[in-house]
């Protein structure tokens, strides 16, 4: 389980712009999860309770926007989600549809800061 | 009180990560050294498939392997059989090798003494698939006695990689491994993923993978 490490990075990132931004505490964390990111939502939800003690970001909300995977369909030329990452073809055509657009970001979008 | 405020960031988590990975790509690829690296799950025989491609290519190539592991060194000992330089990352409780251990690891080694370097990570298919290496090739195992649709339930990893090798393949019949349905649920999860089946223990299979290896080193 590489969560932890992954929340713990967040925070030390969060840490140091809230301190930028001269606040004391952040309050909630906002990221961008792909689901081709490797990183498990729950493990990760579990791990920042955690991680977050003694922090400035004891007692945040961490809120995960989920980026669905959309690959592009060389046939249809087109960009298509996909309906699940156990299917690489596209979902209107059926053809094999290995290029990948979007789906494996793993971004700190926003902080709330107080 | 004051009202909390939205900032936006913006910001790569594993940015670190990704930056030393590309200075690493850079430098490797500067030197002329061609990066393979190989994840798995525990005991797919990664160990074993490494130590028969890095006998059958001293020949013709300088090789090098780095060795990522939990605990132990028992896979470097194995590997040093080879007769090629090999080193161990003994990572603690880390699961995963990272770009930072890679080069940690590299230092001390003349790069352009080497034409292919081999990272083998510790047995996971889930960690790794989030850490660039500065590989310039992954390479996904499995072995026969995993089941067909190991790839369905790990498709993150399947899908970083560039190459899937399914190994132990002399042992296919006794587990009743349908070769067909796996190369399903591999092209399933990346589509026109290239493929090999082979056997470290007989060799079968060996010389198409070394094959296509030669082939992408040389490119």
């Known amino acids: ?114 | 009180m004051s009202t909390p405020r939205l900032v936006q960031v913006r910001q790569n988590v594993l940015k670190h990560n990704d930056v030393l990975a590309r200075v690493l790509r850079e430098r490797l690829n500067k030197a002329g050294v061609f990066a393979v690296s190989l994840v798995s799950s525990p005991g797919a025989g990664k160990t074993a498939f490494l130590e028969q491609t890095l006998k059958q290519l001293r020949s013709t190539c300088r090789v090098a392997a780095l060795v990522g592991d939990l605990a132990t060194d028992n896979d470097a000992a194995r590997l040093a059989r080879a007769e090629v330089p090999v080193k161990q990352i003994t990572t603690g409780t880390v699961c995963h090798l990272e770009a930072e251990m890679v080069a940690r690891a590299l230092e001390g080694w003349n790069l352009s003494e080497l034409d292919c370097l081999f990272i083998e990570n510790v047995g996971n298919l889930v960690c790794p698939s989030s850490y660039d290496l500065g590989e310039a090739l992954r390479l996904v195992l499995m072995s026969v006695t995993e089941g067909e649709d190991k790839p369905l339930k790990y498709p993150t990893i399947f899908n970083t990689a560039d190459v899937a090798i399914i190994t132990k393949i002399d042992l296919a019949a006794a587990v009743e491994f349908d070769v067909q349905a796996a190369q399903q649920s591999i092209q399933s999860v990346h589509p026109e993923m290239p493929i090999f089946e082979l056997s470290a223990k007989t060799g079968q299979g060996m010389q198409e993978w070394l094959d296509f290896l030669h082939a992408q080193v040389q490119r």
Do not use: N
């Open chain 1, 1 to 114: 389980m590489h969560e932890l490490s992954i929340a713990m990075s967040m925070i030390e990132m969060a840490t140091q712009e809230a301190a930028r931004q001269g606040a004391a505490r952040v309050t909630a964390l906002h990221l961008k999860l792909g689901q081709l990111s490797g990183v498990v939502k729950e493990a990760l939800l579990f791990s920042w309770e955690v991680a977050c003690v003694d922090t400035p970001l004891a007692g945040s909300r961490l809120v995960i926007e989920d980026a669905p995977v959309v690959v592009y369909c060389s046939r249809c030329q087109r960009e298509r989600p996909l309906d699940s990452i156990q299917k690489f073809f596209c979902p209107v055509c059926h053809a094999p549809a290995p290029e990948i657009r979007q789906g494996k970001e793993l971004e700190v979008i926003a902080l709330e800061v107080q």
